[in-house]
């Protein structure tokens, strides 16, 4: 079944490299991308066509980083630093999602906060709790939504009202992924929190686990200066942080994403290249826990796929816009650390992370290129432009730069039309 969509089509198939079609046409077909026209062929001028005008039509966001159940810390904890936050802030929010009303409620926010916000991919961390979790996936599921959820493991170093029993942390997680392997628009994903948090045989465990399902890994790797100091603590054997995933085969090729690497050296960078993993960047949360800034000028060099996140709570701001505003000022600072070394990077390389970048964890999502899931935004940009013509790259920078979620009048997953889901 085909359906055509007409409005100002806007996208990135490389990074940095902005394709866009004034008046143009999204031809769909079966949820998927078949093509983008200037002009409709003649062959398509019997199907109904969906005229947005002079609306923009971009790429869904995908969010490839967040902690579900923080969403009623956000602006919190920003006075402090990273291991003081989870202590403070964290893990006593955390452990309240052994009440699953506390959890329904909460992610009714949570997923009507995404919706909004036009993230229609996102890869989530959930808590250690399981029925909380299936909860979590089968919310996401009912909205519409797609997501990776993970199972957080813990079983070490955490308080002692919110951390696991290694054996019964293994068997929760492979209930989980039996249960949440069936759910609809949702897949499993393995989730040790970080190092210092989870024991050796934990961590052999999970990647078993991975092994045996042949599933994606998430975690968080160089974080914050203390953490890693003391992960070298906890490790000794071990030359670098991401060294402790490979030992306990945490490493999948291709099939990892790791959040932040704010403080990955050259040995940790060569080593993320090498599995072809895929670097959450947090610029918003690695302002407010003062984590530092992320080298992902040096990664876009390296050809590291860099993916844009949100990492709620420690960062504050869902709408991926307004993360891609951040990201873009602080890789200017980081340059000039970095005395010019690296080639300047635009509002578009960071479009380009917050979508297809993002994206290619989920397979072929993140842009309008044929065989593409057909997962878009309609954004009226109306109230944000001036006297001036403005062509469609300046209105693109400029919705990132002044507009917000009350820009995006329609949400498009696989071709249909997600309303408000709660």
Request: charged share 30%; hydrophobic share 35%; proline share 3%.
């Amino acid at each position: 079944m085909k359906k055509i969509y007409k409005g100002n089509v806007v996208f990135t198939k490389n990074i940095g490299e902005l394709t866009s079609f004034e008046n143009g046409y999204l031809v769909v077909e079966n949820g998927k991308i078949n093509s983008v026209y200037k002009i409709l062929p003649k062959e398509y001028e019997e199907y109904e066509i969906i005229d947005f005008k002079d609306k923009l039509l971009v790429p869904g966001f995908v969010d490839i980083h967040l902690h579900a159940p923080q969403i009623n810390n956000l602006g919190l904890g920003a006075d402090l630093e990273l291991l003081n936050w989870l202590e403070k802030y964290t893990f006593p929010e955390e452990a309240k999602y052994k009440d699953l009303d506390y959890t329904e409620k909460s992610y009714k926010a949570l997923v009507n906060k995404l919706w909004e916000n036009g993230t229609t991919s996102s890869v989530i961390f959930g808590s250690i709790f399981k029925k909380s979790n299936i909860l979590l996936s089968k919310m996401i599921s009912q909205s519409g939504l797609k997501a990776y959820v993970g199972k957080v493991n813990m079983d070490r170093n955490s308080p002692d009202y919110y951390i696991e029993d290694t054996e019964q942390s293994l068997i929760d997680t492979e209930d989980f992924i039996g249960e949440v392997s069936k759910i609809k628009n949702i897949k499993p994903i393995i989730t040790p929190r970080f190092v210092p948090s989870c024991s050796k045989e934990l961590m052999y465990g999970l990647g078993e686990l991975a092994e045996k399902y042949d599933l994606k890994i998430q975690s968080h790797l160089s974080e914050n200066i203390d953490e890693v100091k003391w992960v070298r603590e906890l490790h000794p054997d071990c030359k670098n942080y991401i060294d402790v995933y490979e030992k306990y085969n945490l490493l999948r090729k291709n099939k990892v994403v790791m959040a932040h690497c704010v403080w990955s050296n050259k040995e940790e960078t060569k080593k993320i290249k090498d599995y072809n993993i895929t670097v959450a960047h947090a610029p918003v949360s690695n302002g407010n826990l003062a984590s530092g800034i992320a080298p992902i000028p040096s990664y876009r060099e390296n050809k590291i796929n860099v993916g844009l996140c949100s990492d709620l709570s420690g960062g504050h701001e869902i709408f991926l816009g307004k993360v891609i505003k951040e990201a873009e000022t602080f890789g200017k600072l980081r340059r000039i650390e970095d005395n010019k070394k690296y080639n300047y990077m635009t509002t578009l390389d960071y479009f380009y992370m917050a979508t297809k970048g993002s994206g290619k964890f989920f397979g072929n999502v993140g842009s309008f290129e044929k065989g593409y899931d057909a997962d878009f935004l309609v954004i009226d940009d109306s109230n944000i432009q001036d006297v001036n013509e403005r062509n469609l790259e300046e209105r693109l920078k400029r919705f990132i730069y002044l507009g917000n979620s009350g820009n995006i009048s329609e949400r498009y997953i696989n071709g249909e039309k997600i309303e408000k889901p709660f």
